[in-house]
């Protein structure tokens, strides 16, 4: 049902996990993807070769404006234009205030708050131009009711929230529509090494009321719901796919 043939996505983070997922969907849907990596070369490689010349891989430091905006015009270049962002690169890692040193902190904000500022700009007039647009931040329910021993990572992701419901007003004359999914704890590369230990994970698990940790799958369904037609009329929403453990719309 959903279809978003003539579409072009770009999808940041696209060589693991929730990235990779959205990837696998939006060809699936009939799009032609863009997605960026870091440092997974091999994996980039891999998709480029599964998906042919449906897909391209671009390596993107999420820290640098220069290769934001550069990675944008490439897109234009070789695909022809914008229609969709969704932009699920950032970090995780812990902290208690005492010892959040500013580097980190200033990492934190860069890699995961800043890059949506610059990703939405040097997309927007792309997506201006042509009358449409389709915005999709990834947030977390962190960044809705905050999360001790990682507050630089919830007030990055809380200012997500915030940065998408201002884009919504702000951008919804052109067209371009701009939504967020908060997703809980999800099973992928960026939880591995908490999920090592077996008690915590089950302990997770547990606690949400569905009874069970999503995966990439369970987050990807949704950005690509709101990618498409069927969500033409939500605009500055906060999808939370959490199993029902933070309850807050």
């Known amino acids: 049902m959903i279809n978003l043939n003539n579409k ?15 990837v696998r969907y939006f060809v ?44 944008v015009n490439s897109v234009v270049r070789d695909f ?11 970090i995780w890692n812990d902290g208690t205030l005492e010892n959040l040193s500013l580097e980190r902190w200033d990492e934190m ?7 949506a500022y610059l990703l939405a700009k040097a997309c927007l007039p792309f997506m201006k131009k042509n009358n449409f647009g389709r915005m999709i931040f990834v947030s977390s329910t962190a960044g809705q ?10 007030a990055s992701k809380g200012g997500i929230i915030s940065f998408t419901k201002s ?14 999914v908060a997703p809980g704890w999800v099973d ?39 990618a498409s037609d069927l969500a033409r009329h939500i605009n500055g929403e906060i999808l939370n796919i959490n199993g029902g453990s933070v309850l807050c719309g």
């Open 28 to 71: 699936q849907a009939n799009s032609k993807v863009a997605f960026t990596y870091k440092n997974s070369k091999t994996k980039a490689e891999m998709l480029e070769k599964i998906f042919s010349e449906r897909v391209k891989a671009y390596k993107v430091d999420m820290k640098s404006e220069k290769e934001i905006f550069e990675m």
């Open 109 to 115: 904000i860069k890699i995961n708050l800043t890059s």
């Open 145 to 154: 009711r905050g999360e001790a021993f990682h507050s630089h990572y919830a």
């Open 8 to 22: 072009v996505t770009i999808i940041t983070g696209g060589t693991r996990g929730i990235g990779e997922a959205c």
């Open 188 to 226: 992928t590369d960026m939880c591995s090494e908490v999920f090592q230990d077996k008690e915590f994970k089950e302990k997770v698990r547990r606690e949400i009321p569905v009874g069970r940790i999503a995966t990439a799958e369970d987050v990807a369904g949704p950005i690509l719901f709101l």
């Open 167 to 180: 884009l919504a007003v702000e951008l919804a004359p052109y067209n371009i529509t701009v939504n967020s």
């Open 80 to 90: 022809g234009k914008i229609d969709i962002l969704v932009h699920n690169a950032g």
